[in-house]
């Protein structure tokens, strides 16, 4: 097989593998919180514990060509109100006002690109919400791109220097530079100019990583996703049973206002798939359940 | 008095004037209509009848000289679930990024504008949302720019018809052209192609309105208010007692994550005043006060 499909083969089949080992750990988490409930809702908890629910859907290329699709996993828990992640493996021609943007795309406009991307938004208001993605894209050029941020709503600080601390531990491995520099590109990149306000506490986002080594750049992927799905499920975990108050709700309903401003204001990636005729389905599954703007 | 200053205060008085009538209004409506309440809230309903409450703000140019300012005006109430007013009188220079795209600003980037902007969302499932703007803007040119929309939930063609009617008799009195010209400018703008639908039932949208003849559009602008009142009170009357049912109001509050998903990702109003350091809360006063992304 060329060097390049094998590639391509390696980081879908990857992107797969850790999809299934997050929904599995949250579907652990479900069963682990049977009876957590609060006041000020806003939605109904389901009468059981929450499992996911896949769909699958096509991509076509604005030509009729087909463009490859993805899978789509839901979930509204109980403990999980509303946690959709995606997988994708798409290929086709970019557009000419995306040719400018992207690397190795002005020289030949053709891409591939597969990824895993996933935001969960949380029942008990004492829990952050949450985004990880990572992706592998090709054009004349290849690199990989990603990141994960916390969102919570009440701070506190173990939680974020625990995610800080093992995003540090797990960059450190790869690049003495990687976590200072990743932890930077997030905090101005989760940014809501409009607001003056961050969207979180941040974590990382990095782009276009191609050290020349692919093994490299590919193992800290996977990395990337076997840190989200520990450290993440151990914030859930250390939080799911806190009691909170109808004030904390509201607090966290109003929060994700905020989630809602920054993703249809800013967010590249959902300009990105909304304007190359990604599916707007998998795109927005990233919006919280309920909101409120007082 | 300069004649160009005359016609700023005349504007901007009138803004002020429509602001007050619409006001009371919407507050008469509140009395008369109690006790009105039904399943899935999604919000507490106030003790109390609703009444506005106003909010001064002033905005301040880059370089640091005044730039105008406003009053928003904001009701949370039985029959009016969160309705927000706002008029601003402002003034300043466009950046480089606006100049190509505003008529006469590419001549000279000084410009100065007026409006009245309008949103209300309804406790009611069965009374549409609706939108109200009209605008008075100078720079090297100078123009009248608005128009309204309504946006139901529930269809009745006895409310679209009654809505697009008023409005076609107004624009008649004017221009034998205006009414068919501008509601397909608003069915253009108030579309979201990434979910191939329209916002709503449409309305009127105009901008760029200088016939030679200040008064004929002065009138025109006046009336466009004027009509938006009665005929909007009508609708609400009419159906601000209705009973509904759980689904109705649930599927009102998916409705209004396309008004989100519509005003943060195409809006013009909304790009313009966030990206020329408008007022932030004056201008997101227009999300709903709760939505749902199921």
Known sequence: MPQLEERKKL?????????????????????EFKAVTGPGLGAEQPASTGRFEQKSWERQNEDGSEGGGGVMSIMHGRVFEKVGVNISVVEGKFSEEFRHKIPGAEENPQFWAAGVSLVAHMFNPHVPS???????????????????????????????????????????????????RFKEWCDQYFYLPHREEPRGVGGIFYDYIDSGDFDKDFSFTRDVGKTFKRTFSEIVRRRAAQQWTEEEKRAQLIKRGRYVEFNLLYDRGT???????????????????NVIWP
């Open 11 to 31: 980081a879908s089949e990857w992107f797969k593998e850790i999809r299934d080992d997050i929904c599995q750990e949250f579907e652990a988490i479900e069963d």
């Open 271 to 289: 300009e990105f798939g909304l304007k190359t005729g990604g599916n707007t389905e998998a795109i927005l599954m990233s919006l919280p359940p």
């Open 130 to 180: 949450v985004h990880m993605n990572t992706r592998y894209i090709i054009t004349s050029k290849a690199w990989f791109g990603g990141g994960m941020d916390l969102t919570p709503t009440h701070l506190y600080d173990e939680d974020t220097e625990a995610f800080h601390g093992a995003l540090e531990v797990m960059c450190n491995k790869y690049d003495p530079n990687y976590y200072t």
